[in-house]
């Protein structure tokens, strides 16, 4: 009987604790800008978006992609991609694969819940030559 109370005890602690974290750890952290990489001495912009997607009426997140390819015989020196949004609801960007040193990036950026993707995105690439 004693271990069947401190269990329900213990149950709704962890439950508090739960419901704790879920509201505290929201919105996240993922408004941060995303830059990777430094300008170079010879680097140039080869790509810039306003990336936009309104949120899902669902609630879903939404995940989308950006490649940029640099042209024949450049690298990727700097990627930056500055959140429109700063106030905590914001989407997180992130370098899913190539970038800085590479000839192409591919850029993942992912809502939170029934928020939207609004990032402004620069890609800088210089000659490898
Ligand atoms: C992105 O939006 C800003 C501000 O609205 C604008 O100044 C800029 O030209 C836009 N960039 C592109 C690549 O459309
Ligand atoms: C990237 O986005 C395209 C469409 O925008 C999609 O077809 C593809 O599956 C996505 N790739 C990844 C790795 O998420």
């Known amino acids: 009987m004693k271990s069947l109370l401190l269990l329900l005890v213990g149950t709704s602690l962890f439950a508090a604790a739960h419901s704790f974290f879920l509201i505290y750890s929201q919105p996240n952290s993922g408004n941060h800008d995303l830059i990777v990489g430094g300008r170079e001495y010879n680097d140039r912009l080869i790509y810039s978006e306003n990336v936009t997607e309104s949120f899902q009426w669902s609630g879903m997140k939404l995940i989308i992609n950006r490649t940029v390819e640099a042209p024949p015989n450049f690298q ?5 991609c500055i959140n429109a949004v700063q106030d905590g609801t914001g989407a997180e960007a992130n370098i899913a694969s190539g970038g800085p040193g590479l000839g ?4 993942r950026f992912k ?3 029934w928020r939207g993707i609004y990032f402004g995105v620069e890609v800088y690439a210089r000659p490898t030559y």
Do not use: C, Y
């Not at 192409?104 to 850029?107: A, K, L, Y």
């Open 76 to 80: 990727v020196t700097q990627v930056k």
């Open 104 to 107: 192409w990036v591919t850029i």
């Open 111 to 113: 809502s939170q819940r």
